[in-house]
């Protein structure tokens, strides 16, 4: 429990004095709370900023060196909040650090759950002509009210039904220390049915290991300049989407996005495909799909050479142009 005083002293020993004690009360409750508290701090004027920046670097980004590095996450209300958990440092998509990089589009095979490789391998080429491996066949409704859907894989089983989504901003958790029943809104995973169950099945032992791991997940926000992936976990996310990587001729990008940090991932609707590349025999794949891998990367540099070989990962299937 952070303590008043100790706290005072600590923002005094970054620069930081005359914290009123209303706001010194609140942020005192807010650190407390952690990533997963909704408290917002207010401002303390005349050194909002000092103040911000002094809190982000004490409790989150040790070596961030300016405010414009951090994007205000869509559950906070409060342009100008001092939680230092309420901000994510945006990950920069045109340096990329090693060793994620590009692998050719030919390596990019998903399987389907059932059926050997080969069989799946054959299936799953085809079925991405039309769309997504996630809704051939199923749910075809409407578009007019979701702007994305969520479909939640382990490995290369399915688990439960597409999630849909109409609010601007939806999170996705696992259920560790009682997550499903505390209040938020969005998908919890350890409370979805896994489809085709059954019951001589086990859960992988990779699975289950990455599924303790997932805790307060990630954050899907549809905001005026795009899609955003923030990541609220204590693990990287592994990210592709074709809009990261719209100009590569034979590649498919794959983006670490370390804990607290977020990456824009498609650009504003209406989500048209990225422009065209110049003509490639290249393995066909949703323009629209974006996969986000939990805790595990994929391709050339890992044992995993596609999504369907994570534990957990999901699958962001965004609305057609009307």
Not at 69 to 83: A, K
Not at 176 to 204: N, T
Request: charged share 25%; with cysteine.
């Amino acid at each position: 429990m952070f303590r008043r005083r100790a706290l005072r002293r600590r923002l005094a020993s970054l620069g930081v004095a005359a914290v009123p004690d209303d706001v010194l009360r609140r942020l005192a409750r807010a650190l407390d709370a952690g990533p997963g508290g909704a408290l917002c701090v207010p401002p303390a004027p005349p050194d909002d900023r000092r103040l911000r920046l002094a809190l982000a670097r004490a409790f989150c980004f040790p070596d961030l060196r300016d405010l414009s590095e951090l994007r205000r996450m869509p559950h906070c209300t409060d342009n100008s909040c001092c939680n230092p958990y309420h901000w994510s440092r945006l990950c920069k998509p045109e340096t990329p650090p090693p060793p994620y990089t590009r692998f050719a589009m030919d390596d990019y095979k998903p399987k389907d759950h059932g059926e050997s490789t080969e069989d799946a391998r054959r299936t799953d080429h085809e079925r991405f002509d039309s769309g997504s491996m996630a809704t051939d066949g199923e749910e075809r409704q409407s578009w007019e009210t979701e702007w994305c859907r969520l479909a939640y894989w382990e490995l290369t089983q399915r688990v439960g039904r597409q999630f849909g989504v109409r609010m601007r901003a939806v999170d996705v958790f696992g259920g560790g220390g009682g997550a499903c029943g505390s209040g938020r809104h969005g998908l919890c995973l350890d409370a979805l049915d896994r489809v085709d169950h059954r019951p001589d099945l086990a859960q992988p032992d990779q699975v289950r290991k990455t599924r303790a791991k997932i805790g307060l997940g990630v954050t899907l926000s549809l905001e005026g300049d795009g899609v955003w992936v923030y990541n609220r976990g204590a693990e990287p996310v592994f990210v592709s989407s074709p809009a990261l990587d719209a100009a590569a001729a034979r590649a498919l990008l794959v983006w670490r996005v370390a804990a607290g940090h977020c990456l824009r991932v498609f650009p504003p609707p209406p989500f048209a495909a990225p422009r065209p590349a110049p003509p490639r025999p290249a393995l066909p794949r949703d323009p629209r799909s974006v996969r986000i891998s939990f805790a595990k990367g994929w391709g050339p540099k890992y044992s995993r050479r596609d999504v369907t070989a994570c534990p957990c990962w999901l699958e962001v299937l965004l609305a057609p142009p009307s």
